[in-house]
């Protein structure tokens, strides 16, 4: 699991990304233990919002960040939900990180039976529906979970067990950039 620190210090400063395309919101699916959050304040982010699956770690977040509008759902129906909230908002900062939300609690093993394992191409589809003529950054985290590379963290061993692949970026209209640092994450903006 890589983190928002990590892109910063490793791969793009986030400073730069925020001032480049004038974002203000912040918006994180799954908090787990609060990393991102804690991340994204120290860049001053005047609005933010995550969500999570998992009760506890909502409990948890909340507590920690008060001023943070944290939802307890799953990512695709938060997205559902906020997206319209933000209609006005000229450019968001996402932080696309709510696969395989029970792994951690599992020892590392994937639960095959669950839906929200990889929501990540339903969660840029609703981000598309909603906000395609915006100026947002996406960021995703975990690339090693789509493909093989030289990841410092090592190639996920179960990815090829789920027959996954970043195929459908090519529907949207993104620059794409690729970072192997950590775990891997992919980079997603509009010039």
Not at 49 to 69: A, G, R
Request: hydrophobic share 35%.
């Amino acid at each position: 699991m890589g983190s928002l620190n990590n892109f910063h210090t490793l791969c793009k400063p986030i400073s730069l990304l925020k001032h480049k395309y004038e974002t203000e919101t912040f918006v994180e699916t799954g908090c787990f233990r609060g990393a991102g959050l804690f991340s994204a304040a120290s860049f001053n982010f005047k609005k933010m919002y995550s969500c999570d699956i998992d009760k506890e770690m909502v409990d948890l977040c909340s507590k920690q960040f008060p001023e943070v509008d944290i939802r307890h759902t799953d990512s695709l129906s938060f997205l559902e939900d906020l997206l319209p909230e933000l209609d006005e908002v000229k450019s968001v900062f996402f932080f696309l990180d709510a696969h395989l939300p029970d792994h951690d609690k599992n020892n590392g093993t994937v639960l095959l039976d669950s839906e929200y394992n990889f929501p990540l191409e339903k969660e840029l589809d609703l981000i598309n529906q909603y906000r395609r003529d915006k100026r947002d950054v996406i960021l995703c985290d975990d690339l090693r979970i789509y493909e093989d590379g030289a990841f410092d963290g090592g190639n996920w061993k179960e990815r090829h067990k789920f027959g996954l692949d970043l195929s459908f970026l090519s529907r949207y209209n993104y620059n794409i950039e690729k970072f192997y640092k950590s775990e891997g994450y992919i980079l997603l903006y509009h010039d």
